[in-house]
Nanobody
Framework: QVQLVESGGGLVQAGGSLRLSCAAS????????MGWYRQAPGKQRELVAV???????NYADSVKGRFTISRDGAKDTVYLQMNTLKPEDTAVYYC??????????????WGQGTQVTVSS
C-alpha cells in the first residue's frame, strides 16, 4: 500500500503565505502525476494544481500567479507554496498521487487532508 501524509496547513491572515507538503511512502515503484485538490464546506472537491513526473504543471485559474506546485522526486514529495492567500482559499486541501506500485499497477491515492483557514 501507499500512504500520503500532508503537513503545513493552519490559520493565516489574508495576504499571508503557507506551504503544504505531502510525502508518499510505501510500495512505490514510481510516481506519475501528483497534485493538490481542495474542498470547501458545501462545495465539491476541486483541482488546485497538478505536476507531472516531467514537471509540467497545471493550475486552477483562481490560484494562478499566487500558488506554486513543485516536487522532489528523490523524496517522493510534492509541495504547494501558497502566497497572497484569500479567505476564499479556505478549505481542506488534499494531496493526490497516481502511483505505479511494485506490482507495476497504477493506482490513485489520496491523503487525509489538511485544513487551511484564511481570515479576513
Amino acid at each position: 500500500q501507499v500512504q500520503l501524509v500532508e503537513s503545513g496547513g493552519g490559520l493565516v491572515q489574508a495576504g499571508g503565505s503557507l506551504r503544504l507538503s505531502c510525502a508518499a511512502s510505501g510500495s512505490i515503484f514510481s510516481i506519475n502525476t501528483m497534485g493538490w485538490y481542495r474542498q470547501a464546506p458545501g462545495k465539491q472537491r476541486e483541482l488546485v494544481a497538478v505536476i507531472s513526473s516531467g514537471a509540467t504543471t497545471n493550475y486552477a485559474d483562481s490560484v494562478k500567479g499566487r500558488f506554486t506546485i513543485s516536487r522532489d522526486g528523490a523524496k517522493d514529495t510534492v509541495y504547494l507554496q501558497m502566497n497572497t492567500l484569500k479567505p476564499e482559499d479556505t478549505a481542506v486541501y488534499y494531496c493526490n498521487a497516481w502511483v505505479v506500485v511494485k506490482t507495476l499497477r497504477t493506482n490513485e491515492f489520496w491523503g487525509q487532508g489538511t485544513q487551511v483557514t484564511v481570515s479576513s
